[in-house]
C-alpha cells in the first residue's frame, strides 16, 4: 500500500457541521523519520468539543486551521517504527487525528494494553472522558461521603462514569438523561440510585422527589435551561464542576446566562469549569484508579460504535447532540 487518506477541514461551518465542511485527501503513505513510527489508525473518538475545535473563537486552544487534518484522539496499532519504545505491534492511542495513518516521535502517545480492555475502550472510559470524570468530580467537585451527587448527560462518556465514581465514594447519585431507555440503563446497568428523564415531564418536580435532601455537587455537561433547574436545588456550599456545555454547542446567537445566578450568591457556591488537560501531568493517576476499578468489575464503560470511515464523520459527530450515541461514540475506520 503506498496511499492513505485523511480527512481535512474545508469550511468553518455554521450551526451544525455538514459533510461538505470537510475534505477527504487522498495522500502518500508517509514514512517514520529517524525515532518515529507509523500508526494504522482504528477508531476515532467523537467528542462534543470537536464543534468547539472548528470554531475561530477563542478558546483553550486554537482552531483546527483550514487545509488542516481534523483534530481528534484515536487510537490503533504501530505498524512501521524506527523507535524502539514504540515496536511494530504495539497498540497506541493519542491525538492522531480523523485519518488513516499518522506519524509520530511518541510525544504524548499512550501505550494501551489491549489484554485489558478493547482497543476503542482506550479512547473511552479509560481514556479522556474517563480521566474528565476522574479529576472533575474528585478534584473539582470533590463529593463526600453521603452527598448527593445530580451529572447530566449520565449515561453518556463521561457522565456515566462520574456516577459511578461518586457511587464508589459513597454518594447518592442522580442521573439526568434523555428518554425512558437510557434511564433505565443509567440505574439498571450502572447502579445510579435513580434517574431523572428531562424529556417527559417536570424536571424540576422529578429532581426535587429524586433528591429529598438537595444537591451538594452537580457536575455539569450540558448547560441551558436544566442548569437553572439544578441550580435552584443546589445546598449551600454545594460545587458545580463545569464540564461543559452540549446544549448550547451548535448556537449561532449568543445564549443567555443562567436567569439563577443570584443562587451561586445566595447558596455560596463553587462554580469551577475546568478542562481535562489541567491535570496532564496526572493522567497516570487517572489511568490507574479507572483501571483498577474497571478491573474489578466496578466500573462499567460501553461504547457505540459507528461504521462508514472518513464519509461519515459529520454526520456521526452530529448524533452527539441530538443524544443519539448510546455510550462512548467512536468511528470506526
Ligand atoms: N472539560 C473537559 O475537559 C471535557 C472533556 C470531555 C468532555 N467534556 C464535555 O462533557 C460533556 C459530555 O461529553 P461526552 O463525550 O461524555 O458526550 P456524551 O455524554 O457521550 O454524549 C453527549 C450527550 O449529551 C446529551 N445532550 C446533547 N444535547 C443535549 C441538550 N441540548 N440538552 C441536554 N443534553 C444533551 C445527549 O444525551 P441525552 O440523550 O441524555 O440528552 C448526548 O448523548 C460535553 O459537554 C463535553 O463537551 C468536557
Known sequence: MSA???LRL???????????????????LPEPGDGEFRVKLEYVSLDPAMRGWLSAARSYVPPVEIGEVMRAFSCGTVEASNNPDFPVGQAVAGRF???????SD?????KVDT??????????????????????????GRPK??????????????????GQIAKLK??????????????????????????????TGSLADDLRTACPDGIDVYFENVGGEILDIVLDQMNDFGRIPFCGMISAMNATEPQPGPYNFRKILTSRLTVRGFIVFDFADRIPEALDALGRWHGEGRLKMREDIREGGLEAFADTLNELYSGGNNGKLVLAL
Open 170 to 199: 459513597g454518594c447518592r447519585v442522580v442521573g439526568i438523561a434523555g428518554g425512558p431507555r437510557k434511564c433505565a440503563y443509567v440505574t439498571d446497568e450502572l447502579g445510579f440510585d435513580a434517574c431523572v428523564d428531562y424529556k
Open 115 to 140: 489484554n485489558l480492555a478493547p482497543l476503542p475502550r482506550w479512547v473511552g472510559g479509560l481514556g479522556m472522558p474517563g480521566w474528565t470524570a476522574y479529576f472533575g468530580l474528585l478534584e473539582v
Open 4 to 6: 492513505t487518506r485523511s
Open 106 to 110: 511518541g510525544t504524548g502517545v499512550l
Open 97 to 103: 487525528g480523523v485519518r488513516h495513518h499518522a506519524i
Open 10 to 28: 474545508a469550511s468553518r461551518p455554521t450551526g451544525r457541521v455538514r459533510p461538505e465542511n470537510f475534505e477527504i485527501r487522498e495522500e502518500p
Open 145 to 162: 461521603e453521603g452527598e448527593t451527587v445530580v451529572v447530566s448527560a449520565a449515561s453518556g462518556a463521561v457522565g456515566s462514569l462520574v
